[in-house]
């Protein structure tokens, strides 16, 4: 995950956006089957070296899981972390850096 988050905030950076813009996006997703229903809803923002998101999934019977994370870079060094909350309400946090 750590990768993850650090790629993010690099491709972001690396895309050609300008910094001082800010960019948001928003995804909804949503399938059914023979166990029930399902959904995943996403969004996430990027501004001033920065990027955030943050995702939420409902499973078919109902139990619904989160997961947020957010990546930074500065002076050539970018780090990230993120909190992912289960269905039954454990956490898991993950957090790391990448330097130059």
């Given at each position: 995950?750590?990768t ?19 960019v ?34 409902t499973?078919p019977?109902?139990?619904?899981s ?22 039954r309400?454990?956490t898991?946090?993950?957090s ?5």
């Amino acid at each position: 995950m750590r990768t993850a988050l650090v790629s993010l905030a690099l491709t972001t950076l690396l895309a050609g956006v300008p910094l001082a813009d800010a960019v948001a996006w928003t995804r909804h997703g949503s399938s059914s089957g023979p166990h029930g229903s399902s959904s995943v809803d996403a969004s996430g923002s990027c501004a001033d070296r920065s990027c955030s998101r943050s995702v939420t999934r409902t499973g078919p019977a109902g139990r619904t899981s989160t997961h947020q994370g957010e990546a930074g870079c500065a002076d050539g060094s970018c780090s990230g972390s993120s909190t992912t909350t289960g269905p039954r309400g454990a956490t898991r946090t993950r957090s790391g850096s990448l330097s130059r």
